[in-house]
């Protein structure tokens, strides 16, 4: 059952990723065209992500202590439409396999609870059906009994 959800699932993220190239260009141009959009949305994470990069490159190398030039805003700019833009492909992904995940959930929750009811109602059918063999058990040695208690027939000449 779960591999036949798999092939939905990359499906639906190679969907996600190609609508994801539009949905980061309508980003970088709403970041060329709105100050306010590329100062406090795309600028701050491009910058944080270049500094945590170089910083880690130049560790990496050996140098420590060096200091960090900001990007140009242009740069900074891109980069941060280009972060935002795989962010929202990432959460829209990520938001698929939770829906895929509480489907299949579900699904086998579902499935347990009627394996459960199955299960109950075999056990009362077991309970009925010996309940009915001893009824029949005890009449059976009821009629014994009484055969038994019966004078034994006679042999005419």
């Known amino acids: 059952m779960v591999v036949g959800a ?3 699932a990359k499906l639906l993220y190679l969907g996600v990723r ?22 406090y949305i795309c600028l701050p994470p491009a910058q944080l992500y270049h500094w945590i990069e170089m910083r880690t490159k ?15 805003e242009e740069a900074a700019a891109e980069l941060g439409a280009e972060l935002l833009g795989e962010a929202i492909i990432f959460f829209i992904g990520g938001g698929c396999m939770v829906l895929e995940y509480s489907r299949q959930a579900t699904n086998s929750r579902r499935k347990e609870e009627e394996l459960n009811e199955t299960i109950t109602s075999l056990q009362t059918q077991m309970g009925e059906l010996a309940l009915t063999t001893e009824t029949l058990s005890a009449q059976l040695r009821e009629v014994n009994r009484l055969l038994l208690s019966l004078p034994a027939p006679t042999e005419k000449k």
Not at 21 to 35: D, F, L, M, W, Y
């Open 18 to 39: 190609q609508m994801g190239k539009p949905v980061a260009n309508r980003i970088k141009a709403g970041a060329r065209r709105s100050e306010f959009f590329k100062n």
């Open 58 to 72: 130049m560790r990496i190398m050996g140098f420590r202590g060096s200091t960090i030039k900001p990007l140009n």
């Open 6 to 8: 798999f092939p939905i």
